[in-house]
């Protein structure tokens, strides 16, 4: 079972050096089954820092270029923001972590049966 990251175990400063940010502010997001998630506000834009609070390193790393794989095939899905080193993943503290770029709208769960079309469209390869 996933121990649970709160915003106040993290190194606010260190997260955004290791992102180049400014002005970060970070609110928890609800939900999430297995890791720790925060929506990042800074001046450079909106954000989701997940903290991978249920993978290793290795897995982690390969979330994170499975992730960035499918965005760059054009499969509508976050897109991961590198660390200023260009790292897909970063230390936060003892565990893993990634940050994304914010996409505006609102979970639908359970998926509404008017939509499962479009779901499926976006997993048609093309």
């Known amino acids: 079972m996933a121990k649970y990251t709160t915003s106040d175990q993290l190194d606010v400063s260190a997260l955004a050096q290791h992102y180049g940010l400014d002005q970060v502010r970070l609110t928890p997001l609800a939900g999430g089954a297995a890791n720790s998630s925060f929506r990042l506000s800074s001046a450079s834009g909106q954000f989701v820092l997940t903290i991978l609070d249920n993978h290793d390193w290795p897995s982690a790393q390969r979330l994170?270029?499975?992730?960035q794989a499918v965005?760059?095939?054009?499969?509508?899905?976050?897109?991961?923001?590198?660390?200023?080193?260009g790292a897909l993943i970063t230390p936060m503290g003892d565990r893993p972590a990634i940050l994304k770029k914010w996409i505006?709208?609102?979970?639908?769960?359970?998926?509404?049966?008017?939509?499962?079309?479009?779901?499926?469209?976006?997993?048609?390869?093309r």
Request: glycine share 8%; aromatic share 4%; net charge negative.
């Open 64 to 67: 994170a270029a499975h992730t």
């Open 71 to 85: 965005f760059r095939l054009g499969v509508p899905t976050t897109e991961v923001a590198p660390s200023v080193e």
């Open 104 to 125: 505006s709208g609102e979970v639908q769960e359970p998926l509404p049966a008017s939509l499962l079309p479009d779901a499926g469209d976006c997993c048609t390869y």
